[in-house]
Structure formats: structure tokens, C-alpha cells
């Protein structure tokens, strides 16, 4: 389990499975082991994914953000947007609900 938790750090969506069976390692039983049996199956399926950057560029990260604030005159509510860029890949987008 240590191998795995390692993965934690590059891997953030594996923290909470892992942690959950590492809390039952003095007393593991058939369904833990089936489930890190799982866990690493996915690992394993998703050894080739991830963000590769080549070393003879250099990335344009680029933020775009939009603001209104007291859009909503009936509520006060402000509303904020963003997207967030590297390169020409989108990393993440925050869009409020209207």
C-alpha cells in the first residue's frame, strides 16, 4: 500500500480509496484486498494518461476570468467565470449556474 500511496501525489483522485483501505491493513479481509485489487487495476489502465510536456517548448499558461458583480438585481448575487489555459489545452473552467 505505500507504492500507492506515493500515487497520491500525482494521482489526487486515488487519496480517498487508498486511505479507506489503508485504515483496515491490521485487519484486512477478502473485500479490502478486492478492492485494492481494483485500485490497482486502475492504475494500471491509466499508466499512459496524463499531461506530457515537451522540453524544447515553453508554455503559455493563460487565465481568463469574467466578474459581475450584483449581475442578479434582485438577489444581489455576483457571478464570476473562469478558464484557465496551457497552450491551447483547457485545464479548467468554472461557469457559475444561471
Known amino acids: ?43 494500471v489502465g491509466i499508466f499512459d494518461h496524463g499531461i506530457f510536456f515537451p522540453h524544447n517548448i515553453d508554455p503559455t499558461l493563460v487565465c481568463y476570468v469574467d466578474v459581475a458583480w450584483g449581475w442578479d438585481l434582485d438577489h444581489w448575487h455576483s457571478i464570476t467565470g473562469m478558464i484557465i489555459k496551457l ?5 479548467l473552467s468554472l461557469n457559475p449556474k444561471l
Open 1 to 43: 500500500m505505500g507504492s500507492f500511496i506515493f500515487l497520491t501525489h500525482t494521482r489526487p483522485e486515488l487519496a480517498f480509496p487508498l486511505s479507506v483501505v489503508n485504515q483496515y491493513m491490521a485487519t484486512l479481509e477478502i473485500g479490502h484486498l478486492t478492492t485494492a485489487k481494483y485500485i490497482h487495476c486502475y492504475v
Open 87 to 91: 497552450d491551447m489545452t483547457l485545464i
